[in-house]
Protein backbone atom coordinates (compact mmCIF):
# COMPACT_ATOMS: atom_id res chain seq x y z
CA UNK A 1 0.00 0.00 0.00
CA UNK A 2 1.38 3.78 -1.18
CA UNK A 3 0.71 6.14 0.97
CA UNK A 4 1.46 10.52 0.10
CA UNK A 5 2.44 12.48 3.15
CA UNK A 6 1.69 16.45 3.43
CA UNK A 7 2.48 18.73 5.83
CA UNK A 8 -0.13 21.44 7.08
CA UNK A 9 2.17 22.65 9.40
CA UNK A 10 5.43 22.88 10.84
CA UNK A 11 4.81 20.35 13.76
CA UNK A 12 1.86 17.84 11.94
CA UNK A 13 1.92 15.61 8.92
CA UNK A 14 -1.07 13.76 7.70
CA UNK A 15 -0.43 10.69 6.04
CA UNK A 16 -2.51 9.92 3.26
CA UNK A 17 -3.19 6.50 1.27
CA UNK A 18 -2.48 7.29 -2.72
CA UNK A 19 -5.66 5.07 -3.14
CA UNK A 20 -8.62 3.17 -0.83
CA UNK A 21 -9.76 0.08 -1.78
CA UNK A 22 -13.36 -0.79 -1.69
CA UNK A 23 -13.79 -4.33 -0.79
CA UNK A 24 -17.60 -4.54 -1.77
CA UNK A 25 -19.66 -7.83 -1.35
CA UNK A 26 -16.98 -10.49 0.39
CA UNK A 27 -17.49 -14.63 0.08
CA UNK A 28 -20.38 -14.09 -2.24
CA UNK A 29 -21.18 -16.96 -4.81
CA UNK A 30 -22.52 -14.82 -8.14
CA UNK A 31 -22.07 -11.74 -6.34
CA UNK A 32 -21.70 -10.21 -10.24
CA UNK A 33 -24.87 -10.87 -10.78
CA UNK A 34 -26.44 -8.42 -7.90
CA UNK A 35 -24.33 -5.96 -9.33
CA UNK A 36 -25.77 -6.32 -13.41
CA UNK A 37 -29.44 -6.46 -11.18
CA UNK A 38 -28.43 -2.68 -9.79
CA UNK A 39 -27.44 -1.80 -13.38
CA UNK A 40 -31.19 -3.25 -14.61
CA UNK A 41 -32.50 -0.70 -11.41
CA UNK A 42 -30.02 1.79 -12.62
CA UNK A 43 -31.37 1.93 -16.43
CA UNK A 44 -35.31 1.75 -14.79
CA UNK A 45 -34.34 4.93 -12.92
CA UNK A 46 -32.78 6.97 -15.98
CA UNK A 47 -35.79 6.22 -17.86
CA UNK A 48 -38.50 6.85 -15.21
CA UNK A 49 -36.74 10.61 -14.18
CA UNK A 50 -36.11 11.57 -17.11
CA UNK A 51 -39.79 10.55 -18.48
CA UNK A 52 -41.31 12.65 -15.94
CA UNK A 53 -39.06 15.53 -16.25
CA UNK A 54 -39.73 15.54 -20.06
CA UNK A 55 -43.27 15.67 -19.06
CA UNK A 56 -43.00 18.10 -16.42
CA UNK A 57 -40.90 20.25 -18.71
CA UNK A 58 -43.15 19.63 -21.75
CA UNK A 59 -46.50 20.34 -20.15
CA UNK A 60 -47.46 23.78 -20.02
CA UNK A 61 -50.21 22.95 -17.40
CA UNK A 62 -47.05 21.68 -15.04
CA UNK A 63 -45.31 24.85 -14.89
CA UNK A 64 -46.42 25.22 -11.25
CA UNK A 65 -44.74 25.22 -7.78
CA UNK A 66 -46.07 21.85 -7.23
CA UNK A 67 -44.27 20.36 -9.80
CA UNK A 68 -40.68 22.71 -9.60
CA UNK A 69 -40.53 20.75 -6.71
CA UNK A 70 -41.05 17.48 -8.43
CA UNK A 71 -38.65 17.96 -11.12
CA UNK A 72 -36.14 18.62 -8.53
CA UNK A 73 -36.50 15.29 -6.87
CA UNK A 74 -36.57 13.52 -10.16
CA UNK A 75 -33.07 15.42 -11.24
CA UNK A 76 -32.01 14.13 -7.89
CA UNK A 77 -32.64 11.04 -7.91
CA UNK A 78 -31.11 10.67 -11.20
CA UNK A 79 -27.80 12.57 -9.95
CA UNK A 80 -27.83 10.19 -6.90
CA UNK A 81 -28.27 7.06 -9.07
CA UNK A 82 -25.85 8.53 -11.57
CA UNK A 83 -22.96 8.77 -8.63
CA UNK A 84 -23.10 5.76 -7.06
CA UNK A 85 -24.69 2.69 -9.81
CA UNK A 86 -22.09 3.58 -12.36
CA UNK A 87 -19.33 3.81 -9.89
CA UNK A 88 -20.21 0.24 -8.35
CA UNK A 89 -20.87 -1.51 -12.43
CA UNK A 90 -17.47 -0.58 -13.24
CA UNK A 91 -15.76 -1.25 -9.62
CA UNK A 92 -17.06 -4.74 -9.11
CA UNK A 93 -18.05 -5.99 -12.61
CA UNK A 94 -14.99 -4.52 -14.43
CA UNK A 95 -12.65 -5.13 -11.20
CA UNK A 96 -11.72 -1.45 -10.79
CA UNK A 97 -11.80 -1.99 -7.19
CA UNK A 98 -8.63 0.83 -6.15
CA UNK A 99 -10.16 4.69 -6.09
CA UNK A 100 -7.69 7.50 -5.88
CA UNK A 101 -8.10 9.85 -2.69
CA UNK A 102 -9.05 12.54 -4.10
CA UNK A 103 -11.76 10.57 -6.31
CA UNK A 104 -12.76 9.27 -3.13
CA UNK A 105 -13.79 12.18 -1.50
CA UNK A 106 -15.01 13.53 -4.06
CA UNK A 107 -17.14 10.33 -4.09
CA UNK A 108 -18.03 11.26 -0.83
CA UNK A 109 -19.45 14.86 -1.43
CA UNK A 110 -21.85 13.83 -4.02
CA UNK A 111 -23.44 11.00 -2.79
CA UNK A 112 -23.71 12.35 0.16
CA UNK A 113 -24.41 15.79 -1.06
CA UNK A 114 -27.43 14.04 -3.40
CA UNK A 115 -29.39 11.83 -0.41
CA UNK A 116 -29.31 15.38 1.43
CA UNK A 117 -31.27 17.15 -1.72
CA UNK A 118 -33.72 13.92 -2.01
CA UNK A 119 -34.47 14.12 1.90
CA UNK A 120 -34.91 18.25 1.66
CA UNK A 121 -36.90 18.22 -1.23
CA UNK A 122 -39.32 15.64 0.35
CA UNK A 123 -39.40 18.23 3.49
CA UNK A 124 -40.11 21.13 0.68
CA UNK A 125 -42.84 19.00 -0.84
CA UNK A 126 -44.47 18.64 2.65
CA UNK A 127 -44.23 22.18 3.00
CA UNK A 128 -46.22 22.66 -0.34
CA UNK A 129 -49.15 20.34 0.69
CA UNK A 130 -49.39 22.13 4.40
CA UNK A 131 -49.64 25.81 2.77
CA UNK A 132 -51.94 24.44 0.03
CA UNK A 133 -54.75 22.54 2.80
CA UNK A 134 -54.32 24.58 5.39
CA UNK A 135 -54.23 28.48 3.61
CA UNK A 136 -55.76 27.31 0.47
CA UNK A 137 -57.06 31.07 -0.12
CA UNK A 138 -53.47 32.21 0.04
CA UNK A 139 -51.96 29.19 -1.43
CA UNK A 140 -50.76 30.88 -4.63
CA UNK A 141 -49.82 34.40 -3.35
CA UNK A 142 -47.12 32.52 -0.70
CA UNK A 143 -45.69 29.18 -3.09
CA UNK A 144 -45.16 31.19 -6.43
CA UNK A 145 -42.60 29.38 -8.51
CA UNK A 146 -40.02 32.40 -7.80
CA UNK A 147 -40.15 31.58 -4.54
CA UNK A 148 -39.68 27.75 -4.75
CA UNK A 149 -36.79 28.54 -6.91
CA UNK A 150 -35.48 30.75 -4.02
CA UNK A 151 -36.18 27.63 -1.46
CA UNK A 152 -34.27 25.36 -3.86
CA UNK A 153 -31.55 27.39 -4.17
CA UNK A 154 -31.11 27.64 -1.27
CA UNK A 155 -30.95 24.20 -0.40
CA UNK A 156 -28.26 23.80 -2.89
CA UNK A 157 -26.22 26.49 -1.36
CA UNK A 158 -26.60 24.84 1.87
CA UNK A 159 -26.02 21.85 1.25
CA UNK A 160 -22.73 22.31 -1.12
CA UNK A 161 -21.10 24.27 1.87
CA UNK A 162 -22.24 22.06 4.50
CA UNK A 163 -20.62 18.73 2.93
CA UNK A 164 -17.67 20.72 1.69
CA UNK A 165 -16.97 20.80 5.09
CA UNK A 166 -18.16 17.98 5.80
CA UNK A 167 -15.78 15.87 3.64
CA UNK A 168 -12.95 18.87 3.91
CA UNK A 169 -12.74 17.62 7.64
CA UNK A 170 -11.16 14.29 6.60
CA UNK A 171 -8.26 15.76 5.46
CA UNK A 172 -7.20 16.43 9.10
CA UNK A 173 -6.75 12.74 9.49
CA UNK A 174 -4.14 10.71 8.84
CA UNK A 175 -4.28 6.54 7.60
CA UNK A 176 -1.21 4.76 8.46
CA UNK A 177 -3.02 1.51 9.22
CA UNK A 178 -5.13 0.44 6.28
CA UNK A 179 -6.40 1.45 3.20
CA UNK A 180 -9.20 -0.52 2.55
CA UNK A 181 -13.32 0.54 2.94
CA UNK A 182 -15.36 -2.34 3.30
CA UNK A 183 -18.43 -0.55 1.67
CA UNK A 184 -19.15 -0.20 -2.28
CA UNK A 185 -18.85 3.69 -2.35
CA UNK A 186 -16.55 5.78 0.12
CA UNK A 187 -18.74 5.64 3.28
CA UNK A 188 -17.92 8.73 5.37
CA UNK A 189 -17.94 6.65 8.68
CA UNK A 190 -16.02 4.02 7.46
CA UNK A 191 -13.25 6.27 6.44
CA UNK A 192 -13.05 7.39 9.47
CA UNK A 193 -12.59 4.21 11.34
CA UNK A 194 -9.17 4.02 8.97
CA UNK A 195 -7.83 7.42 11.16
CA UNK A 196 -4.74 6.82 12.95
CA UNK A 197 -5.04 9.89 14.67
CA UNK A 198 -7.85 11.64 16.62
CA UNK A 199 -11.18 11.68 14.39
CA UNK A 200 -13.44 12.71 17.24
CA UNK A 201 -14.41 16.05 15.14
CA UNK A 202 -15.10 13.81 12.67
CA UNK A 203 -17.49 11.53 15.23
CA UNK A 204 -19.63 14.32 15.90
CA UNK A 205 -19.73 15.62 12.49
CA UNK A 206 -21.66 11.95 11.41
CA UNK A 207 -23.63 12.53 14.54
CA UNK A 208 -24.48 16.36 13.36
CA UNK A 209 -25.48 15.37 10.00
CA UNK A 210 -28.07 12.14 10.66
CA UNK A 211 -29.77 14.63 13.38
CA UNK A 212 -30.08 17.35 10.98
CA UNK A 213 -30.15 16.12 7.40
CA UNK A 214 -32.27 12.89 8.20
CA UNK A 215 -33.99 13.07 11.60
CA UNK A 216 -34.62 16.91 11.12
CA UNK A 217 -36.76 16.58 7.64
CA UNK A 218 -38.44 13.69 9.24
CA UNK A 219 -39.95 15.15 11.93
CA UNK A 220 -40.64 18.37 10.52
CA UNK A 221 -42.39 16.25 7.82
CA UNK A 222 -44.32 14.35 10.82
CA UNK A 223 -45.37 18.03 12.15
CA UNK A 224 -46.60 19.29 8.49
CA UNK A 225 -48.82 15.99 8.56
CA UNK A 226 -50.20 16.61 12.07
CA UNK A 227 -51.08 20.01 11.02
CA UNK A 228 -52.95 18.92 8.03
CA UNK A 229 -54.70 15.90 9.84
CA UNK A 230 -56.05 18.90 11.65
CA UNK A 231 -57.15 20.87 8.89
CA UNK A 232 -59.12 18.03 7.49
CA UNK A 233 -61.01 17.25 10.47
CA UNK A 234 -62.35 20.42 9.41
CA UNK A 235 -63.46 20.00 6.23
CA UNK A 236 -67.07 19.67 6.31
CA UNK A 237 -67.71 18.42 2.88
CA UNK A 238 -66.33 14.12 2.44
CA UNK A 239 -65.81 14.84 -0.99
CA UNK A 240 -63.23 17.54 -0.66
CA UNK A 241 -61.39 15.82 2.67
CA UNK A 242 -60.76 13.08 -0.39
CA UNK A 243 -59.64 15.20 -2.76
CA UNK A 244 -57.31 16.41 -0.22
CA UNK A 245 -56.24 13.21 1.11
CA UNK A 246 -55.43 11.90 -2.34
CA UNK A 247 -53.07 14.88 -3.15
CA UNK A 248 -51.37 13.92 0.32
CA UNK A 249 -51.04 9.61 -0.80
CA UNK A 250 -47.83 10.12 -3.64
CA UNK A 251 -45.91 12.16 -1.36
CA UNK A 252 -46.85 9.97 1.82
CA UNK A 253 -45.24 6.89 0.19
CA UNK A 254 -42.07 9.00 -1.14
CA UNK A 255 -41.19 9.66 2.31
CA UNK A 256 -42.27 6.24 3.06
CA UNK A 257 -39.83 4.50 0.69
CA UNK A 258 -37.06 6.90 1.52
CA UNK A 259 -37.19 6.99 5.32
CA UNK A 260 -37.89 3.76 6.30
CA UNK A 261 -35.21 1.42 4.33
CA UNK A 262 -32.64 4.13 5.85
CA UNK A 263 -33.86 4.11 9.73
CA UNK A 264 -34.53 0.32 9.51
CA UNK A 265 -30.70 0.27 8.27
CA UNK A 266 -29.38 2.67 10.93
CA UNK A 267 -31.21 0.70 13.52
CA UNK A 268 -30.19 -2.38 12.89
CA UNK A 269 -26.39 -1.68 12.65
CA UNK A 270 -26.63 0.23 15.73
CA UNK A 271 -28.86 -2.79 17.55
CA UNK A 272 -27.66 -5.85 16.25
CA UNK A 273 -24.34 -7.50 14.44
CA UNK A 274 -25.53 -7.09 10.96
CA UNK A 275 -23.67 -9.12 8.81
CA UNK A 276 -21.43 -6.92 6.37
CA UNK A 277 -23.21 -8.44 3.22
CA UNK A 278 -26.30 -8.14 4.33
CA UNK A 279 -25.24 -4.35 5.29
CA UNK A 280 -24.01 -3.42 2.14
CA UNK A 281 -27.03 -4.91 0.22
CA UNK A 282 -29.43 -2.85 2.70
CA UNK A 283 -27.65 -0.15 2.16
CA UNK A 284 -27.24 -0.23 -1.96
CA UNK A 285 -30.81 -1.05 -2.28
CA UNK A 286 -31.84 1.89 0.10
CA UNK A 287 -30.20 3.82 -2.30
CA UNK A 288 -31.24 2.47 -5.74
CA UNK A 289 -34.70 1.19 -5.04
CA UNK A 290 -36.63 4.77 -4.26
CA UNK A 291 -35.05 6.41 -7.22
CA UNK A 292 -36.64 3.85 -9.57
CA UNK A 293 -40.01 3.84 -7.63
CA UNK A 294 -40.57 7.91 -7.37
CA UNK A 295 -40.99 8.26 -11.17
CA UNK A 296 -43.21 5.34 -10.94
CA UNK A 297 -45.81 6.53 -8.30
CA UNK A 298 -46.08 10.15 -9.44
CA UNK A 299 -46.95 9.22 -12.64
CA UNK A 300 -49.66 6.89 -11.66
CA UNK A 301 -51.11 7.92 -8.47
CA UNK A 302 -51.36 11.98 -9.62
CA UNK A 303 -53.76 12.88 -11.94
CA UNK A 304 -52.48 15.90 -13.25
CA UNK A 305 -49.73 13.76 -14.84
CA UNK A 306 -51.58 10.79 -16.14
CA UNK A 307 -53.72 13.88 -17.65
CA UNK A 308 -50.20 15.51 -19.40
CA UNK A 309 -49.06 12.30 -20.62
CA UNK A 310 -52.50 11.50 -22.45
CA UNK A 311 -52.33 14.85 -23.93
CA UNK A 312 -48.83 14.75 -24.86
CA UNK A 313 -49.52 11.84 -26.49
CA UNK A 314 -52.44 12.88 -28.22
CA UNK A 315 -50.18 15.48 -29.31
CA UNK A 316 -47.66 13.80 -30.68
CA UNK A 317 -49.92 11.45 -32.89
CA UNK A 318 -52.15 14.03 -34.35
CA UNK A 319 -48.78 15.60 -35.29
CA UNK A 320 -47.37 12.06 -36.66
CA UNK A 321 -50.59 11.65 -38.85
CA UNK A 322 -50.66 15.24 -39.82
CA UNK A 323 -46.91 14.65 -40.84
CA UNK A 324 -48.00 11.45 -42.64
CA UNK A 325 -51.40 13.31 -44.39
CA UNK A 326 -49.06 16.32 -45.63
CA UNK A 327 -46.34 13.48 -46.89
CA UNK A 328 -48.88 11.30 -49.06
CA UNK A 329 -50.58 14.76 -50.41
CA UNK A 330 -47.14 15.53 -51.88
CA UNK A 331 -46.62 12.49 -53.08
CA UNK A 332 -49.71 12.49 -54.71
CA UNK A 333 -49.26 15.74 -56.58
CA UNK A 334 -46.24 14.77 -57.81
CA UNK A 335 -47.54 11.55 -59.28
CA UNK A 336 -50.09 13.35 -60.71
CA UNK A 337 -47.79 15.72 -62.27
CA UNK A 338 -46.11 12.58 -64.01
Same mark, same amino acid.
Given at each position: ?59 ? $? ?130 ? $? ?46 ? $? ?97
Amino acid at each position: MSFIQSNSSANETFVRPATFFLSGLSNVPHAKYYYVFLSLVYVATVLGNSFIMCVIYMSR $RLHTAKYIVVFHLAFSDLCGSSTVIPNVIDTFLFDHQEISYEACLANTFFTYHFMNLQSLTLLVMAYDRLVAICFPLQYHAIVTNAAMFSILGGMWIFSVTHFSVFVGLLNRLSFCKSNVIDSYFCDYSLIN $RLACNDNSVNIMMVKINFGLLICTPLILIFISYFCISLALFKIAHGVD $RAKAIKTCTSHLMLVAIFFIPFLSNQIAILTTSVHLNTRLINSSLTQAIPPMLNPIIYTLKTDEVMQSVKELYKRKVNTTTERRMKWNSRNSKQKIQV
